[in-house]
């Protein structure tokens, strides 16, 4: 069960890694959004950054905390991304998107030197798939797209917000949420995916993440994973 102890004493930890000058990538999600306002704390203090956010919504509150944005229009490398995970394995291993910004975290975290992952101890896992991989896909292609991954053993939904309405992205897309059980093998899942026209991104990040920082009691455990290889 999540707990919000734990994710703001990993938020807690992240920021500090910020450096005077550093461009940030800022993540989506509700341990992110700790880790924004901390590091809001640190700019009110002096702390000289510019923000990539995720999402809109991480646009909305920097911006409102005060935090210099800028884009990957300006800067197409980023010094540090602090970003949330629905679950991490012990590679670092990550499924990412349960709030619908795959896309967008998936861009900023390829462009960026370090990807630390915070995260609450629920989050961590022995093995990736107890949480639903979600799959960005293009409206055009959506029923197609959800036939083919029920095809590899996946059992899929059409995303809707709490309003009942289809979950449509940032980007203007839908998401299905393909619960495949436990994931044998993510690197090879992730190609089979990304090899399906319409697919415009999907929640298996690999090889992406350097360090996870996961809250556990009043103790704040770093994790290091392979030497990152970002994937786009």
């Given at each position: 069960m999540a707990n919000d102890g734990e994710k703001e004493a990993a938020a807690r930890a992240a920021v500090k890694l910020v450096c005077d000058g550093d461009i940030v990538g800022l993540g989506t999600g509700s341990t992110a959004t700790y880790a924004v306002r901390f590091l809001a704390e640190r700019v009110q203090a002096g702390l000289k950054i510019r923000g990539i956010p995720t999402s809109i919504h991480t646009e909305r509150l920097a911006a409102s905390l005060g935090i210099p944005l800028t884009t990957l229009d300006e800067f197409q490398a980023i010094a540090?991304?602090?970003?949330?995970?629905?679950?991490?394995?012990?590679?670092?291993?990550?499924?990412?998107?349960?709030?619908?910004?795959?896309?967008?975290?998936?861009?900023?975290?390829s462009a960026?030197?370090?990807?630390?992952?915070?995260?609450?101890?629920?989050?961590?896992?022995?093995?990736?798939?107890?949480f639903p991989v979600p799959v960005e896909t293009i409206k055009f292609a959506e029923a197609l797209v959800a036939k083919k991954i029920a095809a590899l053993g996946a059992a899929v939904t059409v995303r809707r917000a709490s309003s009942g309405k289809l979950f449509v992205t940032d980007e203007g897309n839908h998401i299905l949420d393909c619960n495949f059980g436990q994931i044998s093998d993510p690197p090879t899942l992730a190609r089979e995916l990304e090899r399906m026209p319409g697919v415009v991104e999907h929640g298996l990040f690999i090889g992406m993440a350097s360090t996870a920082l996961i809250g556990k009691g009043d103790a704040v455990v770093q994790m290091r994973g392979p030497s990152p290889n970002p994937q786009g």
């Open positions: 540090v991304t602090i970003d949330g995970a629905d679950e991490v394995d012990p590679e670092l291993q990550l499924i990412k998107g349960g709030g619908g910004a795959l896309l967008r975290e998936k861009i900023v975290a960026s030197k370090k990807l630390v992952i915070i995260a609450d101890s629920s989050k961590q896992v022995p093995m990736l798939g107890k």
